[in-house]
Nanobody, 123 residues
Framework: VQLQASGGGLAQAGGSLRLSCATS????????IGWYRQAPGKPRELVAR????????YADSVKGRFAVARDSARRNAVHLQMNSLKSEDTAVYYC?????????????????WGQGTEVTVSS
């Protein structure tokens, strides 16, 4: 199973970007997909998470600005819509998938990780 994160790039403060995470393998079914980010010199942090049932969870710093959703056409694809971007959103964003039961409580509980896509927000 491979995860492919895409959609990163350069945006101005106040702008928007949409990240996508697609999993390979037609038989793969995820329990949760999480979006993490890591800024230079900072630890990796959870940004948003979506479960297979549609439950979503967000970091306080992105609530009201970011939205995670499943792709309407592709079962194993998830998007992260990022609006009202701030300079502090600059980071490498990773998607991670968990395909076993139970809600993940840490990054270590995700089975698969994508390679990361870089987001730079200029102020």
């Amino acid at each position: 199973v491979q995860l492919q994160a895409s959609g990163g790039g350069l945006a101005q403060a106040g702008g928007s970007l949409r990240l996508s995470c697609a999993t390979s393998g037609s038989t793969f079914r995820f329990n949760s997909i999480g979006w993490y980010r890591q800024a230079p010199g900072k630890p990796r942090e959870l940004v948003a998470r979506i479960s297979s049932s549609g439950y979503t969870d967000y970091a306080d710093s992105v609530k009201g600005r970011f939205a995670v959703a499943r792709d309407s056409a592709r079962r194993n694809a998830v998007h992260l819509q990022m609006n009202s971007l701030k300079s502090e959103d600059t980071a490498v964003y990773y998607c991670a998938a968990r395909n076993v039961p139970g809600a993940p409580t840490s990054a270590a509980e995700y089975n698969y990780w994508g390679q990361g896509t870089e987001v730079t927000v200029s102020s």
